[in-house]
């Protein structure tokens, strides 16, 4: 009697469950065999140890900051690369040394300069620090609300929990499925000859490299056409990093100078730069001088704070500075690895 | 609030010590069992006070102490409150109290008295439960029962979907104005406070439902929590509705011993109030607790003495004779009062409430303004799914709590198609509409 109601019991459960599972079944072999879920210390260390580069490329969850971190702990580089996206192109082949990192992605917001470099031990600093500005950094209008107050970016650095994942993300995997972006035995072939983790690493080819810089994906003649569309959007409603203002925002100055003066208490020798737009972008910015004028005096009003400690502090913000043409983009706002060499040479 | 390995040595070591004295209690007589139970009540409150209260205490204490001149201030503890630890304390100064009065034999098994604390359903937020409900529960042999197992696992559902659906949902437009209320004006202040209300029911009762359904699943029967509050007709109705367990304990081990209404009425009144401050100061060390729980003691107490001019207003303005028109009225200012209330218990600071409170009465003008859903949306900043989202969510629990019977899914006989559809829908819009982006329940952090 309790026999039948045990398997009455299971074969209508079966029968509740078995349409979704259908539904959630394609989503979670995606996500298995991604690896989304790794944690960010494995997926490091995995990185780091491996005799194989491979690319460490997350399509669902972002904790670059924390990546990097903990890669930057696991090397010990002597020269560090820090800021945001727009310093990722900088490859680590092209110096001297062997021992340089990329922790380009691993800050957003000016005080997790000092949070970063803070969270790394007193013999473990590095020698040479080469910072990326973000010249939107320095808007009071831009994230005000990330600069009232500390906001811990570290995050969860355990695995992420694959059930949340399926149900966050299980109509995004349909999508990509569906549009061609997902390649089921790219994935399963992953486990044979394994490319990367993170399904953006293994079926498109993009992430970070074992040195830190980004490899994007290719792009198709379309989007490389209309690459600057999302900067002059953005441009003409003035929004997001490209919120009008007209001064610099003494502030986040103040939190540029204390960090200035930590390096400097560090023996961390500072080499920082505004990294360029485009010059299409830049001319668009030139012809709404009113609304970005704050961008045409960041150079000027910070030189002296990197004087006084004698750092280096250089202004590529228009990219036909350093003799490069458009060609040499990504997008709007992020150059080429060529670009970022022509950067390295002038900081030279 | 964190999981800490270590501190299960804490929970061992007040088990180990209440099992340990609610024997002797229950042996001894006179001055020694008196001891014995002040012992047992003293460690309870000590371990809750130190991990949840000594931080509070020492920032009040500074705060005195440099305005007074004293000159000497109490340290801050890094410590992290262990998780359930205000639930399971109450439930074991439950048995201990109940064993002291003799309504409750002293249990001799410690496996069973130590499951009787470390139940896992309702370890970490409750329903806290009695000792002559539970205890004895532990004893009976539970097969498998398909109908029982299958009622807890609907109400596993139903509160997987009061929680991810609803709660989570509402969140997400309650945090973008309580997390910045300084850039709103009164609509979008007291939209959001009234989905905080819908917010912090759906998350404890979602919570608590799950842990009344686990629980039957395996053979045991833990009490109703939540009685659909927000149908409440007066204050001390909303207050047997809602949180049922912690209110009744409050009420058989604080009210009743300071004399309950068996006083003068300076003296109830007093008694309310300290009822209510203690209940605002269980739910968190912090000041905006204590004056949520303050103005719901003040709401009773104005309640109880106001309430002949109520019913000779009433029977002026002959509303005796519309009673569904009456009770909604009574109803709709119930639900008022405690979303007023929840402005304290959600704001982020003192501050943060006195701004909300003083600015809820702001640009009602522009309300006119944003009639449409895209204008609606973007007030919060978020998609116009979500928003939709969020109405429907809103929509499915009013009209699941108007049919329900009291005891939720206990008399479903609708045919099995009907049935079916229902189970395939609420599983659907678990996995498909629910939000989960991590959020804990509200209730976790107590």
């Known amino acids: 009697m309790k026999e039948n109601q045990v398997k009455r019991f299971v074969w209508k459960l079966l029968l509740l469950l078995f349409p979704f599972t259908l539904v959630l079944g394609y989503p979670l072999f995606v996500i298995l065999m991604s690896g989304e879920t790794i944690p960010v210390t494995i997926a490091a260390k995995l990185q780091q140890g491996s005799s194989k580069d491979f690319l460490y490329g997350p399509a669902f969850r972002d904790k670059r900051s924390a990546f990097k971190l903990y890669t930057t702990l696991l090397c010990k580089p002597k020269i560090l690369i820090l800021g945001t996206s727009r310093v990722m192109q900088f490859r680590q082949p092209v110096f001297l ?17 000092k949070k970063f470099l803070q969270a790394l031990p007193s013999e473990q600093k590095p020698k040479i620090l080469i910072m990326g500005l973000d010249q939107w950094q320095f808007n009071e209008h831009w994230k005000p609300e990330k600069f009232r107050e500390e906001v811990d970016e570290w995050g969860n650095l355990n695995a992420a929990p694959v059930m949340n994942m399926l149900f966050n993300k299980w109509k995004e995997i349909y999508k990509y499925y569906f549009q061609g972006r997902i390649s089921s035995i790219k994935l399963f072939s992953n486990l ?53 203002a007209k001064d610099i925002d003494q502030n986040r100055v103040s939190i540029l100078k204390d960090f200035l003066n930590y390096c400097h208490e560090e023996k961390i020798e500072v080499i920082a730069f505004l990294p360029p737009f ?71 | ?103 409750q034999k002293a249990e001799r098994h410690f496996g069973i008295y130590a499951l009787y604390v470390m139940f896992y359903p309702q370890l970490v937020a409750g329903p806290i439960e009695r000792p002559q409900n539970l205890l004895h529960q532990f004893r009976e042999k539970h097969d498998f029962n398909y109908e029982r197992v299958t009622q807890g696992l609907k109400l596993m559902a139903w509160g997987l979907f009061l929680k991810v659906v609803v709660a989570d949902r509402m969140a997400l437009l309650v945090d973008r104005i309580y997390n910045d209320p300084y850039h709103h004006a009164g609509p979008a202040l007291t939209l959001a406070t009234l989905l905080f209300a819908i917010q912090i029911y759906c998350d404890f009762c979602g919570y608590s439902t799950i842990a009344v359904g686990a629980a039957k699943v395996m053979g045991f029967d833990l009490m109703q929590n939540f009685n659909r509050p927000y149908q409440a007709t007066s204050i001390a109705d909303f207050w047997r509705r809602w949180h049922i367990s912690l209110s009744t304990w409050f ?14 009425q300076l003296r109830w009144a007093f008694n309310i109030l300290i009822v209510f401050t203690l209940s605002g100061l269980w739910h968190g060390a ?45 109803n709709s200012v119930v639900v008022a009062l405690v979303s007023f209330a929840w402005i304290f218990f959600r704001a982020n600071s003192f501050e943060d409430a006195f701004y909300i409170v003083t600015h809820l009465g702001t640009g009602w003008n522009s309300v006119l303004q944003f009639p449409t859903l895209g204008k609606f949306a973007r ?49 659907g819009a678990i996995l498909f509409l629910g939000y989960w982006g991590g959020d804990q329940f509200i209730y976790f952090q107590f």
């Open chain 2, 251 to 264: 009420k058989d081990y604080v009210y009743f011993p300071l004399g309950g209404n068996r006083t003068s």
């Open chain 2, 1 to 103: 609030m964190y999981f800490v390995p270590a501190y299960i040595l804490i929970l061992g070591g007040t088990i180990v010590l209440d099992y340990f004295l609610g024997i002797q209690i229950e042996k001894r007589g006179g001055a020694i069992r008196k001891y014995f139970f002040l012992v047992s009540l003293a460690s309870n409150v000590g371990v809750l006070a130190f991990f949840k209260y000594a931080n509070f205490i020492a920032d009040n204490f500074n705060v005195f102490s440099r305005y007074s001149g004293v000159g000497y201030s109490l340290p801050y503890l890094s410590i992290l409150l262990p998780i359930g630890l205000s639930f399971h304390t109450f439930q074991a100064m439950s048995y201990i109290i109940e064993v002291y009065r003799g309504n």
């Open chain 1, 278 to 348: 485009s010059s299409e972008v830049y001319e668009r910015l030139k012809d709404k001088e009113q609304g970005y004028a704050y961008i045409f005096k960041i150079h000027r009003e910070l030189e002296p704070l990197f004087h006084s400690h004698h750092f280096t502090f250089c202004d590529f913000t228009n990219l036909a500075w350093l003799h490069a043409s458009d060609e040499e983009t990504i997008d709007g706002f992020h150059g080429s690895e060529k670009a970022y060499l022509r950067i390295l040479i002038e900081l030279c």
């Open chain 2, 379 to 427: 007030l919060f900043d978020l998609s116009k799914q979500t928003i939709i989202l969020a109405a429907f969510a809103a929509t499915v629990l009013v009209v699941a709590e108007r049919i329900q019977p009291k005891q939720l899914f206990s008399n479903f006989t609708f045919p099995a198609y009907i049935r079916w559809t229902g189970y395939y829908l609420l599983v």
């Open chain 1, 97 to 113: 040394s062997r021992d340089v990192y990329n922790a380009g992605g691993g800050v957003t917001y000016l005080w997790e300069y």
């Open chain 1, 192 to 244: 044979f000859e394994f490319r990367g983790i993170g399904l953006s690493a293994v079926v498109e080819n993009r992430g970070f490299r074992r040195d830190g810089s980004y490899r994007y994906a290719e792009m198709n003649q379309e989007k490389w056409e209309k690459r600057f569309e999302d900067a002059f959007d953005r441009i003409e409603k003035g929004s997001d990093i490209f919120t009008y």
């Open chain 2, 286 to 330: 912090s000041w905006t607790f204590i004056i949520w729980g303050l103005l719901h003691g003040f709401y009773m107490i104005v309640g109880a003495w106001v309430q002949p001019l109520r019913l000779y207003v009433e029977e002026k303005v002959g509303l005796n004779y519309w009673p569904s028109f009456r009770l909604f009225l009574q």
